[in-house]
């Protein structure tokens, strides 16, 4: 049976990391998200997800460098205030969930694989909500959204990694129908 949650934003969280100097991951989390997640755990063509995270939202607990990542070097969130990802394809593969779709950053729009958990049993809150979980991960390369600011290091190499790794941990609402 399908069923359809929006995101609960106040417990869920967006979050990436990035290597800094070629030698540590720095961390980062986007405070605001919102969409829906259509989900038919008998038939997987049927679900759907549609989620947009306010990208200057951007928190990496370190002023300066969110003030940079928040320029026109990077997510420039003047101009892309948005970015977006859509998912319309879940297959079953083993313990988790394949979810194909389309991530657009900086009105960039490339095909992103993300590795979903199974959506937890329903649960109903302390208000009567009922409300499922999940956790997804993918990877991505920021030069091919168009984040390709970067600064050469005395020793050699970069200040900036290239891979970006993305936790997702969502827990929706159901929609009353």
Sequence with gaps: ???LYQIDSTHSSANFSVKHMMIAKVHGSFEKLSGKFIYDPQNLSKSRVEAAIETASISTREGQRDNHLKSADFLNVEKFPVMTFVGSDFKKKGDEIEVRGKLTIKDITKDVTLM??????????PRGNLKIGLSAKTKINRKDFG????????????????EVSIALDIQFIKSVE
């Design 1 to 3: 049976m399908t069923s």
């Design 116 to 125: 979903m958990e199974e959506p937890s049993a329903e649960i109903k809150d």
């Design 147 to 162: 984040l390709s600011w970067n600064g050469a290091l005395e020793i050699g190499g970069v200040l900036v990694g290239e």
